[in-house]
């Protein structure tokens, strides 16, 4: 029986190479305009180019970059996960909390937060494909409702870093192969999940439902499984991201990981995931964490006060649409001209 | 059809609310009349009668700048023992984050409730202003406590530190801990629009214009705004950004526990060190391994307990929170009296310094 | 067009379903108003129903354009940081010395730049207005903390406070309210009766057609972004009213509040349906429901938990009785249901392309 994604209509599947190449443009700039901008900004402030500043921002984009990856899969099938950050914040003060009290050793700690994660990204996409809820509207009662347990959980109490194990937030500056073990992590996971979307069944699925899903509903591909997958795989990847933060900040209490989505899903956008679904990469995505953190400490580092950081950020962000709208509409010309020729 | 039936469904719901202001109670005061400049209104309110005025049996409404930062519930322990001793209810309200627009609705309903004093911090002093004038215009006391509110929106502000007295503290300590009292020196702080902090930083600043200082130099302040994300990444951006850097000196708790912890991770304990306003608790780490030698605050629960215990006195009328007032609080101050002194300010006392000799006896 | 081989859609009529959704709200207003009796002597009186409209007005405000935008297809997350930039820039100017009749109106016209910026970038552009507002949203609280820093101004003449806090007098009736009322009363009528609100509604249902049919789709977005951001702009010049502090963070985490209250409203998030009076009661809904729990006492975590399951359930509700009504009609007239219905809960979008012009 022929491979449904194979059998696809050809302008998609035209379409779905050039955007490859196209993204593989993407990481290559962003990758690019560090390299420049890194440059520049060691002429300035020579402590950037040293190798503790930048295992720093490193360390701290993986954390994103991680909380990315997970997005990215959601929003390649044309959804949104808003409640990240609840659940990271979740997880980091369930983890923490259980260390403190001492009920678990701290391998059993991670696991749980992991699967904690997991398990909160099973709630969305139970919402999103068994109540057939809109993405965007489940999400944002989510991030709301995960948000209130934590608080809810956390009371006023805040978990010290001397409540953990001596030596459980010196992972975070602990290194493998002569690399942060975070950026290890972080690397290990794009890598696993780019084998994943490249090479299995499951993976051209994903890409073939945010492409287009009418196409794919009458190829017949599950599209309630293969959305709840990515849900439930965000969810898990924001426990991994939730256990990081305990490592790398140590105080944790109940408004931990406020405010990260924006950062997260900024830097999947940024690294070239397109909103509509069906293109882009996850290693696109930890890249636009790492840039976006790049950003950051440069502005830290040539001496812009902290209130130029948001600007920005928001600058950056309608860039890089910016881009990605006209080198879409530049592919798209250029298949046209190759049709009629 | 929908524009009849849309009309219909407004009218209803209009009817529904015209249907409860006309049912409005007697007592009940308005409250959203008062405009942010108007004097402080007399003790004496006309027609509301706040909850039971007599010895013991108030209703205080705790209202801290949010309830999650654990400052507030060491001193909301303070606040529930005087209850205990005095007999009273207290009752913890406040927003999930530091937000001056989430405190008013409240300070609000604290209000509607009739509740006899309200104890609050203020996230910005001008917003909460306008809803606090009404609360006493109602007849409750209004007691301030930790980041004061504008002056005239409250009865009496319990300050936890002589303002002065810890601009000094900061500047000797950082002074203490620098090599010869020479070299780059920086400041982590809260929000940058915190009153106490911002308070404390100026007078710091003040203090290392003296001579003794000389030998400072502040290269930067950076906010952490009491997010311990934020004020962690603050800390690793100027360890990189001074490599010559001495001391850390954050005055909040949440800042000093992060540089502590960002100067550890990196290993630069030696090097540089870290002081300001912390938790005994959360420092013992630090002064043992010789990051955070000399650190200060002051007793968290003794500001709640008085507090409390003002907000009580001012219900039942044994004091009127009057410039010059003097009263004795048994457990506290060593059985000094209090004075209130300008703008209706009570200094709790000076700030407590800790360091490897004593920081074990404190368990806060 | 793949019209024929398009999955079920959850297409409604303006009218029709959403009525139905409005009775409910109704319904949650009252058993909400007498819920809130039952908890407290204090929560049926004047006073605090003029505190718990209040608290919530500038958030009203910016809701009723947000329904317009959100009916035509588009989303406006960038609302809350023109408030702030507004604040903010209404500090700056005051404390330059620029009168307010002069400063007010200018920040209007920021606001209104603002928007036009999302609107050009989205409808000239062809960019997803999730990402471009979301762009702004960082954009414009950065430009508000560049103009004001972290400083506060709050000196601001009586007068000006007074409408922010005050009430009309002789009444109870909070200034802010009227003007949301007004605007309410106003958009209403765009809306549900002019041809304007037809097309509105066109271009969210299908703005391939609507294009095809003459209805100018960008210039028509274009207007609605600008009117979002130059109302964005007058709650926030509300909200420093209210506070008598223009503060550059003024406004964080109201966009959540805004689109919250639109969704309940009965509001499709992909466009195409939705009413004025659904959202006036989505607000009303909101504002008693949050006030009664804090009278009660109940904590803000509990009412976090209790906000976000209301908004889940505001849309499983109406799709689980529109399938179940699909499904006893099917059963009635003997047919299976369709093949491969769409499981994202999502439909197609038209591409792009279509949407120029």
Known sequence: MPDPVVAMPNATRGRGSWLSAVARQRELSLLAIMFVLGGMVSIAAPQFLTSSNLSQVAVQASIIAVAAVGEALVILTRNVDLSVEATIGLVAYAVARLLELKAVSPIEAMVIGVALGLVLGLVNGAVITLFKVPSIVATLGTLSIFRGIDYLVAGSHQVPVAGLPGNFTSASSGSFLGLPIFVVIAFVIVLVGSALMRSTRFGRQLYAVGSNPEAAAVLGIRSRLVVFTAFALCGMLAGVAGVMWVIEYGTINGTAATGVVLSVVAAVVVGGVNIFGGSGSLAGAAIGALFLGFIANALILVGLSQFWLQAIYGLVILGAVSADALILRRVQQATIEQRAR | MLRTRGRLVTLIAATVLLAAACSSSATTAPVSAAPATAAPPSAAASSAAPASAAAGGITVGYLPKDIVNNYFAAAKTGVDKAAGELGGTVTEVGPPTADATLQIPFIQDLTTKKVSAIIVSADDKDAVAPALQAAMAAGIKVVGFDSSPAVGAYNVFVNQVDFSGVGVNLADWACQLAPNCTGDIAILSAAATATNQNAWIALMKTTLQLPKYKGLNLVATVYGNDDAATSTTQAQGLLTKYPNLKVIVAPTTVGILAAAQVVDAAGKGATVKVTGLGFPNDMKPFVKDGTSPVFGLWSVPDLGYLSYWIADKLATGEIKGTVGETFTVPSLNGGKPYTIGADNTVILGPAFQFDATNVDQFNF | ?357
């Open chain 3, 1 to 357: 067009m793949s019209a024929s081989t398009a999955p079920v859609v959850r297409r409604r009529s303006p009218a029709g379903g959403l009525l139905r959704w409005e009775s409910l709200l109704v319904v949650a207003l009252a058993g909400l108003v007498v819920l809130g009796n039952a908890l407290s002597p204090f929560f049926l009186t004047a006073g605090n129903f003029a505190n718990l409209l209040s608290a919530l007005m500038e958030v009203a405000i910016m809701a009723l354009p947000m329904t317009l935008v959100i009916i035509a297809g588009e989303i406006d997350l960038s609302v809350e940081s023109m408030a702030g930039l507004a604040s903010s820039l209404l500090g700056f100017l005051w404390m330059n010395g620029v009168p307010l009749w002069l400063a007010i109106p200018l920040v209007l016209l920021v606001g209104a730049l603002g928007g036009l910026l999302n609107g050009l970038l989205i409808a000239r552009g062809g960019l997803p207005s999730l990402v471009v507002t979301l762009g702004t949203l960082a954009l414009f609280r950065g430009m508000a903390l560049i103009v004001l820093g972290p400083d506060g101004v709050s000196d601001f003449p009586t007068a000006f406070t007074a409408f922010g806090f005050g009430s009309v007098p002789g009444t109870l009736i909070p200034w802010p309210f009227v003007v949301f009322v007004a605007m309410a009363i106003v958009l209403a009528i765009v809306l549900h009766r002019t041809w304007i609100g037809r097309q509105v509604y066109a271009i969210g249902q299908n703005s391939g057609a609507a294009r095809y049919s003459g209805v100018r789709v960008a210039r028509v977005k274009i207007s609605l972004f600008v009117l979002s951001g130059l109302v964005s702009a007058l709650a926030g010049i509300i909200l420093t009213a209210r506070l008598n502090t223009a503060r550059a963070d003024a406004g964080t985490g109201l966009t959540l509040t805004v689109v919250t209250i639109v969704l309940l409203g009965g509001v499709n998030i992909f466009g195409g349906s939705g009413t004025i009076p659904g959202v006036v009661l989505a607000v009303l809904v909101i504002a008693v429901m949050q006030n009664a729990l804090r009278l009660a006492s109940v904590t803000v975590q509990v009412q976090a938990i209790a906000l976000g399951l209301l908004l889940i359930l505001s849309v499983v509700i109406p799709t689980s009785a529109h399938q179940a009504k699909s499904a006893f009609d099917r059963a009635r007239a003997g047919r299976p249901p369709p093949a491969g219905s769409v499981g994202q809960g999502e439909r197609s979008s038209p591409t792009k392309e279509e949407e120029q012009g």
